[in-house]
């Protein structure tokens, strides 16, 4: 088998008192997300779609929430450990697509930035990279400014 393909969703609590990161790029707005690492649901998603793809279960599997090591920590270096794993089987990123779910604030401004930051994290070319932002038409949680959403989907090629 050649191609692997892989799905990774993410939700997060939005909270004052904390810095709003997603793609790893730093949004300014009045609230961020809540988490034991630094929430960034779309690396999150990311992480779970590459994951999936080679069945090898779940983030919460690799860096457990309980565990203090990775209270605070940077998701974009937990990208770079599952983007590692994948490596030493011998996959690779041939694409991958997300998209982000928030009400506020708009995200259009930042996604170039965030193409950027992730793909120098995978060692990709921007254009592998696809985001797209939405909103959830005011509605449910994600609608209400309660939470931001993120869906990944990946697909692995075998090096
Ligand atoms: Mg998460």
Redesign the pocket.
């Known amino acids: 088998m050649d191609f692997r393909i892989g799905n990774g969703y993410?939700i997060?609590r939005l909270v004052g008192d904390r810095p709003l990161i997603l793609g790893g790029v730093h949004i300014p707005h009045e609230l961020g997300l809540l988490?034991h690492?630094d929430?960034d649901?779309l690396t999150?998603a990311i992480m779970d779609a590459m994951l999936g793809a080679l069945s090898l279960g779940d983030?919460g599997h690799y860096f457990p929430p309980t565990d203090p090591q990775w209270k605070g920590a940077d998701s974009l270096e937990l990208l770079q450990q599952v983007n590692a794993l994948i490596h030493q089987k011998n996959w690779r990123i041939g694409n991958l697509d997300t998209v982000i779910v928030a009400e506020r604030p708009k995200i259009k401004p930042h996604i170039q930035a965030m193409r950027d930051r992730l793909a120098a994290t995978l060692g990709l070319a921007p254009d592998q990279i696809g985001i797209k932002a939405t909103t959830n038409e005011k509605l449910d949680a994600v609608g209400r400014e309660e939470g931001i959403a993120a869906y990944a989907v990946v697909l692995l090629i075998q090096s």
């Open positions: 993410d997060h988490g690492s929430a649901a999150h983030i």
